[in-house]
């Protein structure tokens, strides 16, 4: 299939690329040249330019991954627009197309079910978001079920995940540099926190491989069914880097509204796509350490 990836050059998007590629797939990205990979991107916000890009495209399938991604992002207005508005008008813009996509997947987050006191959150969990990330996401999620109709789209919801390339403001990336320049000491936040954290490699292999798993109208969680607080991720660190380091609790880097434990259900994922191989955090970890 020709596949239109918007945020292909994202830190999501390089590795969804890669695996689609691998897959057989035409990989196209959101510029008026479709073609042409290092083009400028369009912005989302660009309704018309939008509407230009994919009709240049025709994509049989649509991976929509462009977004403001980091929950701390100073511009809640920012966010909402690109988040909302912006995901608006690609769907907009696939609706005005001759032929409709055969698939189109939308990326949400986890982050939508909030402090929720459930153990193992599966889809069915009310949402609570708890910041306007969670929430810009949420409204993304309510915003495209009108178009439900109209396109066959499906909603996945990633937990937090992590690899090589992504922005060392993400915590684990954070940890990890540390290690690699063999500092002594790192600040954090809450450290209790916990986190179902993938692997992006998983992450994207399970977005091509519902891309062709006839998952039109679901809701989908993308995650390990697993957690590890910071702190075991700060130890497997230092056992893969040989040596301890001092934590120090800066009150400025704990949030309000912090969520305490996210833990996904992926049975949904797995009935789905089948077998998910699921990478161990050790693995990715390491992987991020040795690059």
């Not at 907009?92 to 997947?105: C, E, H, N």
């Not at 708890?130 to 109709?149: G, I």
């Not at 075991?232 to 880097?241: F, H, K, L, M, T």
Request: glycine share 6%.
């Amino acid at each position: 299939m020709k596949v239109l990836v918007t945020g292909h050059k994202g830190f999501t998007g390089r590795y969804v690329a890669a695996a689609l590629a691998a897959a057989g797939h035409v990989v196209h990205s959101l510029t008026l040249d479709p073609m042409d990979g290092d083009s400028a991107s369009i912005d989302l916000l660009d309704r018309r330019a939008v509407a230009d890009a994919i009709e240049a495209s025709a994509p049989d399938a649509v991976v929509h991954l462009a977004a403001i991604a980091f929950v701390a992002h100073g511009d809640a207005e920012q966010m909402y627009r690109t988040n909302v508005v912006g995901t608006r008008n690609v769907l907009d813009a696939l609706t005005a197309v001759p032929t409709k996509p055969r698939a189109v997947l939308l990326a949400s987050s986890a982050n939508v079910y909030g402090n929720s006191d459930v153990e193992l959150l599966d889809e069915a969990v009310p949402p609570s978001p708890a910041n306007d990330y969670a929430v810009s996401k949420l409204a993304m999620e309510y915003m495209a079920r009108l178009w439900f109709d109209k396109l066959p789209i499906t909603i996945v919801r990633p937990f937090n995940y992590t690899g090589v390339g992504q922005a060392e403001n993400f915590l684990l990336p954070k940890i990890v540099s540390h290690f690699r320049a063999g500092k002594r000491v790192i600040e954090l936040g809450n450290i209790d926190v916990a986190r179902d954290f993938q692997d992006v490699r998983f992450v994207a292999d399970a977005y091509a491989r519902l891309l062709t798993a006839g998952a039109s109208g679901e809701l989908v969680n993308i995650c390990s069914g697993v957690s590890v607080s910071l702190q075991q991720v700060v130890s497997i660190a230092e056992r893969i880097a040989g040596y301890d380091i001092e934590i120090r609790v800066n009150p400025a880097f704990v949030r309000g509204n912090e969520v305490a434990r996210l833990t996904g259900d992926n049975r949904k994922l797995s009935r789905l796509v089948g077998d998910l191989e699921i990478i161990p955090i050790e693995a990715t970890l390491r992987w991020m350490y040795e690059q």
